[in-house]
Every structure is written in structure tokens, then in C-alpha cells.
């Protein structure tokens, strides 16, 4: 079976701190994709990684970093030095390829907060 | 960049009315989607379509549900006879070839059944 986790259904921090986003995801394909979104209060889903099975490198781009722990089925996003503005919902995802067409697997987000 | 455009952005209805939802997919992509956020709650898979027809869909995609490609462009969600429960925000997303690819997603429609 499919799923992923995000225990932390909220986080709030004061602006400057850094802050680190769970998610834990199970699945038997040895082939798939994880994602991380944002939804900001307007509700749309922004984009913000996709990282695949056989790349377990760790990933920065400017504030954010992603670390990927096939071992524990981790795929953590952090945010260095948070800003109101990263306020928003987050949702991990996987996808597990062909056999399920490609669907999304949706975490249940974890809500982020941050304070001025 | 291409976009995936929903419309309508909001859309309120009466309980028991047909509603049809319209994304205009990126135009080289294969692969589309269809999910659906009930307000505070996870994202839900509904439907996934592929060469003209349903690959997939969920248990929550019932009788009531229905999609559509009709003319190329558009694909569009239709729900018979709304209820209450169905007020949510409907995503649109397609992709090129699946994962690999990535998902692009449109901003979403959000259903009001009162």
C-alpha cells in the first residue's frame, strides 16, 4: 500500500528560525517520486520539488533544502531562516508510477506559521 | 511558462443541480487529473485520464461523477446531482508522460453546494 505521512499537523516559529517539515511515506515500488507543494491562504498548489527514487542526494535551492533518507522513507523539507511570506499549508506527495497511473499520494499537510 | 487554466474560480450551487467544472490542460500533455480538497482536509485522487478514456479513478468518483475531453482541448468534470458533501476546491492537473514529468496544476475551483 501507498501512503504518506505528515505527522506535524501544525508548526509556528518566529521569523529567522529555521524550521524543519516531516514527511514519512511507505510504499513496496522500488521506483517512484516524491514531491513536496505549498498552498498558500489563496489556495493553490505551488510546485516546489519532485525527487526520485534513485537520487538520494540532498537538494538546496536558496532557503530551502530537501533531505531524502531512503533507509527511513524521509523525504524532509527545511525551510533556513523562515519568513512570514513561507506561511502556507505543505503537502508532501508520492507517486508510485504506472501501476497507479501516476497519481499523486497526498500527505495531510502540515500547517506552517510564521510569526513576525 | 504553460499554464493549466480552471474555470470557473468559485462556483456556488444548489444541492441536487448539475455542475461541470472545465480545465484547459497544457496542450502536448497526455496525462490528466482530476483532484479534489475538501476545505482543510488532505488532497484527494478522483480520476486520472489517459488516451481518451478513464485510467483510473477513486472510490470517491461515483456514479455522480463523470469526466470528459471533448474536443481536444478541454477537460471537464461533471457531477450530476450535487450534494452538500461535494463542496470543495476541484483541481485540475495534467503531465506530459506522468511523474517523471511532473504535475502541473491549475488554481483550482472552488465548489460551494448550498
Known amino acids: 500500500a501507498q501512503k504518506v505521512t505528515q505527522a506535524q499537523t501544525e508548526i509556528s516559529v518566529v521569523e529567522k528560525e529555521d524550521v524543519t517539515l516531516d514527511c514519512v511515506y511507505e510504499t513496496r515500488d522500488t521506483t517512484y517520486y516524491l514531491f513536496w507543494y505549498k498552498q498558500p491562504p489563496s489556495g493553490e498548489l505551488v510546485f516546489l520539488i519532485r525527487r526520485n527514487s534513485f537520487d538520494e542526494q540532498n537538494e538546496i535551492s536558496g532557503r530551502y533544502s530537501w533531505n531524502f533518507q531512503k533507509s527511513t522513507r524521509s523525504f524532509n523539507f527545511t525551510i533556513t531562516a523562515s519568513q512570514v511570506v513561507d506561511s502556507a499549508v505543505y503537502f508532501c506527495a508520492l507517486s508510485t508510477g504506472r501501476w497507479s497511473n501516476y497519481q499523486l499520494i497526498w500527505g495531510a499537510g502540515t500547517k506552517l506559521i510564521i510569526k513576525p | 511558462e504553460p499554464e493549466v487554466t480552471q474555470t470557473p474560480s468559485h462556483q456556488v450551487t444548489q444541492m441536487g443541480q448539475e455542475v461541470i467544472l472545465r480545465c484547459v490542460p497544457i496542450?502536448?500533455?497526455?496525462?490528466f487529473y482530476w483532484y479534489r480538497q475538501i476545505l482543510g482536509q488532505k488532497v484527494e485522487f478522483l480520476v486520472s485520464?489517459?488516451?481518451?478514456?478513464?485510467s483510473e479513478k477513486s472510490e470517491i468518483f461515483d456514479d455522480q461523477f463523470s469526466v470528459e475531453r471533448p474536443d481536444g482541448s478541454n477537460f471537464t468534470l461533471k457531477i450530476r446531482s450535487t450534494k452538500l458533501e461535494d463542496s470543495a476546491m476541484y483541481f485540475c492537473a495534467s503531465s506530459l508522460g506522468g511523474w517523471g514529468y511532473g504535475y502541473t496544476f491549475g488554481s483550482g475551483t472552488r465548489l460551494t453546494v448550498v
Open positions: 485520464f489517459y488516451n481518451n478514456e478513464i
Open positions: 496542450s502536448n500533455h497526455l496525462y
